[in-house]
Protein backbone atom coordinates (compact mmCIF):
# COMPACT_ATOMS: atom_id res chain seq x y z
CA UNK A 1 0.00 0.00 0.00
CA UNK A 2 0.76 3.18 -0.45
CA UNK A 3 0.84 4.76 3.01
CA UNK A 4 3.19 2.40 3.73
CA UNK A 5 5.93 3.74 2.28
CA UNK A 6 5.08 7.14 3.58
CA UNK A 7 7.23 6.82 6.55
CA UNK A 8 10.42 5.94 4.34
CA UNK A 9 9.99 8.75 1.39
CA UNK A 10 9.27 11.07 4.21
CA UNK A 11 12.73 10.16 5.94
CA UNK A 12 14.57 10.58 2.73
CA UNK A 13 12.70 14.08 2.30
CA UNK A 14 13.58 15.22 5.79
CA UNK A 15 16.97 14.18 5.00
CA UNK A 16 17.65 16.01 2.39
CA UNK A 17 16.69 19.99 1.29
CA UNK A 18 17.44 19.52 -2.24
CA UNK A 19 14.32 21.09 -4.06
CA UNK A 20 12.52 18.95 -6.35
CA UNK A 21 14.07 20.37 -9.74
CA UNK A 22 12.06 22.27 -11.79
CA UNK A 23 12.45 20.24 -15.38
CA UNK A 24 10.02 22.48 -18.12
CA UNK A 25 6.75 20.76 -19.38
CA UNK A 26 8.95 19.85 -22.84
CA UNK A 27 9.82 16.14 -23.02
CA UNK A 28 8.41 14.38 -25.84
CA UNK A 29 5.39 12.97 -24.11
CA UNK A 30 4.34 16.04 -22.43
CA UNK A 31 4.79 17.89 -25.85
CA UNK A 32 2.63 15.47 -27.27
CA UNK A 33 -0.38 16.66 -24.88
CA UNK A 34 0.72 20.04 -25.48
CA UNK A 35 0.26 19.88 -29.33
CA UNK A 36 -3.01 17.97 -28.72
CA UNK A 37 -4.36 21.09 -26.77
CA UNK A 38 -3.85 22.94 -29.87
CA UNK A 39 -6.31 21.42 -31.66
CA UNK A 40 -9.67 23.13 -32.02
CA UNK A 41 -12.14 20.94 -31.75
CA UNK A 42 -10.82 19.30 -28.39
CA UNK A 43 -9.94 22.50 -26.48
CA UNK A 44 -11.19 21.95 -23.26
CA UNK A 45 -14.37 23.67 -22.42
CA UNK A 46 -12.98 26.51 -19.92
CA UNK A 47 -9.88 27.76 -18.49
CA UNK A 48 -8.05 26.12 -15.55
CA UNK A 49 -5.07 27.74 -13.76
CA UNK A 50 -1.72 26.89 -12.59
CA UNK A 51 0.83 24.07 -13.38
CA UNK A 52 -1.88 21.62 -12.41
CA UNK A 53 -4.36 23.04 -15.19
CA UNK A 54 -1.85 23.42 -17.83
CA UNK A 55 -1.44 19.46 -17.18
CA UNK A 56 -5.31 18.81 -16.33
CA UNK A 57 -6.07 20.57 -19.92
CA UNK A 58 -3.74 18.97 -21.63
CA UNK A 59 -4.56 15.51 -19.94
CA UNK A 60 -7.95 16.73 -21.57
CA UNK A 61 -7.52 17.28 -24.85
CA UNK A 62 -5.23 14.07 -25.35
CA UNK A 63 -8.22 11.97 -24.09
CA UNK A 64 -10.65 13.40 -26.37
CA UNK A 65 -8.02 13.22 -29.40
CA UNK A 66 -7.98 9.49 -28.18
CA UNK A 67 -11.83 9.05 -27.55
CA UNK A 68 -10.84 8.42 -23.85
CA UNK A 69 -12.31 10.96 -21.97
CA UNK A 70 -14.90 9.25 -20.51
CA UNK A 71 -12.83 6.54 -18.70
CA UNK A 72 -10.00 8.60 -18.18
CA UNK A 73 -12.33 11.13 -15.56
CA UNK A 74 -13.25 7.60 -14.03
CA UNK A 75 -9.59 7.17 -13.46
CA UNK A 76 -8.82 10.18 -12.17
CA UNK A 77 -11.75 10.18 -10.05
CA UNK A 78 -10.74 6.93 -8.78
CA UNK A 79 -7.10 8.41 -7.97
CA UNK A 80 -8.74 11.50 -6.18
CA UNK A 81 -10.52 8.94 -3.51
CA UNK A 82 -6.95 7.25 -3.41
CA UNK A 83 -6.59 10.95 -2.63
CA UNK A 84 -8.94 11.31 0.19
CA UNK A 85 -8.19 8.13 1.81
CA UNK A 86 -4.80 8.25 2.24
CA UNK A 87 -3.47 11.50 3.56
CA UNK A 88 0.09 10.17 3.28
CA UNK A 89 -0.22 10.16 -0.18
CA UNK A 90 1.23 13.96 -0.86
CA UNK A 91 3.85 12.99 1.51
CA UNK A 92 4.92 10.29 -0.70
CA UNK A 93 4.53 12.30 -4.37
CA UNK A 94 6.27 15.62 -2.76
CA UNK A 95 9.33 13.72 -1.32
CA UNK A 96 12.41 15.23 -3.11
CA UNK A 97 14.54 12.11 -2.93
CA UNK A 98 12.24 9.91 -5.07
CA UNK A 99 14.62 7.76 -7.48
CA UNK A 100 13.18 6.81 -10.47
CA UNK A 101 12.70 3.01 -8.90
CA UNK A 102 10.14 5.09 -6.57
CA UNK A 103 8.59 6.57 -9.20
CA UNK A 104 8.13 3.32 -11.44
CA UNK A 105 6.33 1.47 -8.13
CA UNK A 106 4.23 4.80 -7.57
CA UNK A 107 3.14 4.70 -10.63
CA UNK A 108 2.51 0.65 -10.44
CA UNK A 109 0.70 1.03 -6.99
CA UNK A 110 -1.83 3.57 -8.73
CA UNK A 111 -2.39 1.45 -11.71
CA UNK A 112 -3.84 -1.15 -9.15
CA UNK A 113 -6.48 1.13 -7.99
CA UNK A 114 -7.20 2.54 -11.17
CA UNK A 115 -8.15 -1.56 -11.99
CA UNK A 116 -8.93 -1.57 -15.63
CA UNK A 117 -10.69 1.66 -16.16
CA UNK A 118 -7.56 2.99 -17.90
CA UNK A 119 -8.78 2.66 -21.51
CA UNK A 120 -5.82 3.05 -24.00
CA UNK A 121 -3.10 3.24 -21.47
CA UNK A 122 -3.92 7.24 -21.45
CA UNK A 123 -3.89 7.72 -17.55
CA UNK A 124 -0.91 5.53 -17.38
CA UNK A 125 0.86 7.55 -19.79
CA UNK A 126 0.35 10.90 -18.51
CA UNK A 127 1.74 9.37 -14.55
CA UNK A 128 4.94 8.28 -16.70
CA UNK A 129 4.90 12.07 -18.39
CA UNK A 130 4.33 13.52 -14.50
CA UNK A 131 7.52 11.20 -13.17
CA UNK A 132 9.61 12.50 -15.68
CA UNK A 133 9.36 15.86 -15.33
CA UNK A 134 9.01 15.90 -11.68
CA UNK A 135 5.52 16.92 -11.23
CA UNK A 136 3.43 13.61 -9.27
CA UNK A 137 3.18 16.34 -6.92
CA UNK A 138 0.69 18.00 -8.49
CA UNK A 139 -1.15 14.86 -9.45
CA UNK A 140 -4.10 15.59 -6.69
CA UNK A 141 -4.68 19.34 -8.40
CA UNK A 142 -4.33 17.56 -11.82
CA UNK A 143 -7.56 15.74 -10.35
CA UNK A 144 -9.24 18.64 -8.73
CA UNK A 145 -8.82 20.73 -12.24
CA UNK A 146 -10.08 17.84 -14.00
CA UNK A 147 -13.00 16.99 -12.53
CA UNK A 148 -13.85 21.35 -13.18
CA UNK A 149 -13.05 20.43 -16.84
CA UNK A 150 -15.47 17.57 -17.01
CA UNK A 151 -18.22 19.63 -14.98
CA UNK A 152 -18.02 22.18 -17.54
CA UNK A 153 -18.15 19.77 -20.32
CA UNK A 154 -21.09 18.15 -19.13
CA UNK A 155 -23.07 21.66 -18.62
CA UNK A 156 -22.64 21.69 -14.77
CA UNK A 157 -21.72 24.04 -12.48
CA UNK A 158 -20.31 23.58 -8.78
CA UNK A 159 -22.53 24.09 -6.22
CA UNK A 160 -20.24 24.25 -2.52
CA UNK A 161 -21.78 24.58 0.51
CA UNK A 162 -19.49 24.40 3.51
CA UNK A 163 -21.09 24.79 6.80
CA UNK A 164 -19.87 23.99 10.52
CA UNK A 165 -21.30 20.31 10.65
CA UNK A 166 -22.92 18.15 8.37
CA UNK A 167 -26.16 19.26 7.31
CA UNK A 168 -29.31 17.23 6.76
CA UNK A 169 -30.28 16.21 3.58
CA UNK A 170 -33.79 18.20 3.42
CA UNK A 171 -31.76 21.40 4.20
CA UNK A 172 -29.21 20.45 1.37
CA UNK A 173 -32.23 19.61 -1.18
CA UNK A 174 -33.74 23.05 -0.15
CA UNK A 175 -30.13 25.00 -0.95
CA UNK A 176 -29.91 23.17 -4.10
CA UNK A 177 -33.86 24.15 -4.93
CA UNK A 178 -33.25 27.67 -4.36
CA UNK A 179 -29.85 28.05 -5.77
CA UNK A 180 -31.12 26.76 -8.89
CA UNK A 181 -34.21 29.23 -9.37
CA UNK A 182 -31.54 31.96 -8.36
CA UNK A 183 -29.41 33.68 -11.80
CA UNK A 184 -26.37 31.84 -9.79
CA UNK A 185 -27.49 28.99 -11.48
CA UNK A 186 -27.22 30.48 -15.00
CA UNK A 187 -29.75 27.88 -15.96
CA UNK A 188 -26.90 24.88 -15.43
CA UNK A 189 -26.96 21.89 -13.81
CA UNK A 190 -25.88 21.27 -9.98
CA UNK A 191 -23.34 19.38 -8.84
CA UNK A 192 -23.57 19.74 -4.43
CA UNK A 193 -20.54 19.84 -2.84
CA UNK A 194 -20.76 19.31 0.92
CA UNK A 195 -17.97 20.03 3.27
CA UNK A 196 -17.49 20.15 6.91
CA UNK A 197 -15.51 23.31 8.48
CA UNK A 198 -15.96 24.06 12.72
CA UNK A 199 -13.88 27.23 12.01
CA UNK A 200 -16.66 29.00 10.71
CA UNK A 201 -18.42 28.35 13.51
CA UNK A 202 -22.31 28.31 12.51
CA UNK A 203 -24.32 29.70 9.44
CA UNK A 204 -23.28 28.32 5.93
CA UNK A 205 -20.73 29.82 2.53
CA UNK A 206 -22.37 29.26 -0.27
CA UNK A 207 -19.65 29.10 -3.33
CA UNK A 208 -21.63 28.76 -7.14
CA UNK A 209 -19.50 28.98 -10.00
CA UNK A 210 -16.64 32.34 -9.07
CA UNK A 211 -18.79 33.67 -6.69
CA UNK A 212 -19.35 33.28 -2.95
CA UNK A 213 -21.54 34.20 -0.55
CA UNK A 214 -20.68 33.94 2.94
CA UNK A 215 -23.06 33.39 5.63
CA UNK A 216 -20.94 32.41 7.91
CA UNK A 217 -20.91 33.19 11.87
CA UNK A 218 -16.99 33.98 11.73
CA UNK A 219 -17.72 36.46 9.13
CA UNK A 220 -19.87 38.28 10.86
CA UNK A 221 -17.69 38.05 13.62
CA UNK A 222 -14.61 39.42 11.71
CA UNK A 223 -17.05 42.16 10.15
CA UNK A 224 -18.21 43.24 14.05
CA UNK A 225 -14.60 43.07 14.62
CA UNK A 226 -13.29 45.27 11.90
CA UNK A 227 -16.23 47.56 12.58
CA UNK A 228 -15.19 48.58 16.06
CA UNK A 229 -11.86 48.88 15.31
CA UNK A 230 -12.39 51.34 12.26
CA UNK A 231 -15.03 52.98 15.47
CA UNK A 232 -12.26 53.31 17.87
Same mark, same amino acid.
Given at each position: ??????? %?????????????????????? /????????????????????????????????????? !? %????????? /?????????????????????????????????????????????????????????????????????? %??? *???????????? %?? /? !??????????????????????????????????????????????????????????? *?????????
Amino acid at each position: MLSRQAR %TFATRAAASRTSVAQVAFASPL /ARNYAQAASAPDSKPPVAVYGIDGTYASALYTAAVKT !S %TLDSTSKAL /ATLGDVFKKDPKLPVILTAPTLSQGDKNQIIQELQKHMGGVDKADTVKNFLKTLAENNRLGILEGVCEKF %TVL *MGAARGEVDLTI %TS /A !SKLESKTLQRLEGAVAKSEYSQGKRLKVITKVDPNIMGGLVVEIGDRTIDLSVSSRISK *MNKLLTDTL
